[in-house]
C-alpha cells in the first residue's frame, strides 16, 4: 500500500463533497456500469459493497437486493452517502466503517453478492490477496470487482494510474488470487488500458 489506511480514508473525505461531481469518465463510468449490470442480473437478499464511497454502486443495486451494505474507511465518503440515502428516502441501505481486510459484517448475515468498485488497487498485492481471502470466507455466490487492473504494462502518463497513491495489481494476479481463494472466473471485461471488470463465482 503507497499509503496506510489512515492517510487514504482522510484524503477521501477530504474529496468527499465534490467526489460524486469529479466521476465524469468514460472509463469510470463504463466499468461501475458493468459491475451494477453483473451484480444486478439476479435478485438477492444481501449485497456488500466495499470500497463504497459515496454509494456509486451499492444505490444502483437497491432495487435488486433486498439489502445493500456499504463499507468503506472514509467517514467524509460514508457522511456523503447516508446523506443522499436521507434525501433519497432509500430505506434498504445502509452504511458503515469496513476494511477489506475486516468488512465488519455482522456473522448472522448472509452475504449473497460482493462488489468492489474503483477501491483495491489502493492495496498492495500482498493485501489484495488477503483481501479476496476474506471475501471468499464470507462465501458469496458472485464477487464482482471493478478497479483499476493492469491489462499490459503499467503507464503513468495514461489515466487512471497514479504511482503516489495506486497500486494495481495485473489481471494475471488478481485472477491468480480469486482462483487460489476458491472463485472460478466467469467473466474478464477490458474497459481500458488499466480498468477491468473480473466476475468471480463460487
Ligand atoms: C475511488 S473511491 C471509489 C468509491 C466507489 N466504489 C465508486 O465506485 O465511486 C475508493 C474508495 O475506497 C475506499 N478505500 C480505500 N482503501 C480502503 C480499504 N482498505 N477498505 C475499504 N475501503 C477503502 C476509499 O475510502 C474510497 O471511498
Known amino acids: 500500500m503507497k499509503k496506510t489506511i489512515d492517510e487514504h480514508a482522510e484524503r477521501f473525505s477530504e474529496a468527499a463533497s465534490t467526489y460524486d461531481d469529479e466521476q465524469d469518465s468514460e472509463p469510470y463510468r463504463m466499468c461501475?456500469?458493468?459491475?451494477v449490470n453483473h451484480a444486478a442480473s439476479t435478485s438477492c437478499d444481501t449485497v456488500l459493497?466495499?470500497?463504497t464511497g459515496t454509494g456509486a454502486i451499492a444505490f444502483e443495486l437497491t432495487s435488486a437486493a433486498d439489502r445493500v451494505i456499504g463499507?468503506?474507511?472514509s467517514t467524509g465518503m460514508l457522511d456523503q452517502?447516508?446523506?443522499?440515502?436521507d434525501i433519497e428516502n432509500i430505506e434498504n441501505i445502509s452504511f458503515a466503517e469496513g476494511r477489506f481486510r475486516d468488512p465488519n459484517v455482522d456473522s448472522d448475515i448472509t452475504v449473497d453478492i460482493v462488489t468492489s468498485n474503483f477501491a483495491m488497487h489502493h492495496l498492495s498485492d500482498d493485501e489484495k490477496c488477503n483481501a479476496i481471502t476474506v471475501i471468499s470466507a464470507l462465501e458469496p455466490d458472485r464477487f464482482i470487482l471493478g478497479d483499476v487492473m493492469l491489462f499490459g504494462a503499467a503507464n503513468p502518463d495514461e489515466s487512471f494510474y497514479?504511482?503516489?497513491v495506486d497500486d494495481p495489481a495485473t489481471v494475471g494476479i488478481l485472477v491468480d488470487a480469486l482462483t487460489d481463494a476458491g472463485f472460478v472466473i466467469s467473466e474478464v471485461e477490458f474497459v481500458h488500458e488499466q480498468v477491468g471488470v473480473l466476475v468471480a463465482e463460487q
Open 32 to 35: 461501475a456500469q458493468q459491475v
Open 49 to 51: 459493497d466495499i470500497g
Open 71 to 73: 463499507r468503506d474507511i
Open 81 to 85: 452517502a447516508r446523506m443522499k440515502a
Open 162 to 164: 497514479d504511482p503516489s
